[in-house]
């Protein structure tokens, strides 16, 4: 499995911004899907943090606190594609967002990142005040 990630930019503080995640690469074999497709983000000097997971089957979503009530994560699984709408955007928002997937496993923690073992290149999300 291949991820991209798009649709970070310049907002102000306010906007809105939906980010996409293509995941590409994938087998008509469902035990090869993912288990969950989460968004982490990462600002200068900051530790990569969780952001929002989906499942890959199924529909329940995972947010951090700090998104939740202004994040809708969303999956069209005809498009591949997971998409993080993200409203009232705060200049704390500003990072690196990376779209990553957890591969099937016993255990799987949508917060831990190190689960992930799929990868985009992130886009950058800029709020200025």
């Known amino acids: 499995v291949q991820l991209q990630a798009s649709g970070g930019g310049l907002v102000q503080t306010g906007d809105s911004l939906r980010l996409s995640c293509l995941l590409s690469?994938?087998?008509?074999?469902?035990?090869?899907?993912?288990?969950?497709v989460g968004w982490f983000r990462q600002a200068p000097g900051k530790d990569r943090e969780f952001v929002a997971a989906?499942?890959?089957?199924?529909?329940?979503?995972f947010y951090a606190d700090s998104v939740e009530g202004r994040s809708t994560i969303s999956r069209d699984n005809a498009k591949n594609t997971v998409y993080l709408q993200m409203n009232s955007l705060k200049p704390e928002d500003a990072a690196v967002y990376y779209c990553?997937?957890?591969?099937?496993?016993?255990?799987?923690?949508?917060?831990?990142?190190?689960?992930?073992?799929?990868w985009g290149r992130g886009t950058q999300v800029t709020v200025s005040s």
């Open positions: 990553a997937a957890h591969p099937q496993t016993a255990t799987v923690v949508v917060e831990d990142a190190r689960g992930y073992d799929r």
């Open positions: 989906i499942r890959w089957i199924g529909s329940r979503t």
């Open positions: 690469a994938l087998t008509s074999n469902p035990a090869s899907s993912p288990a969950v």
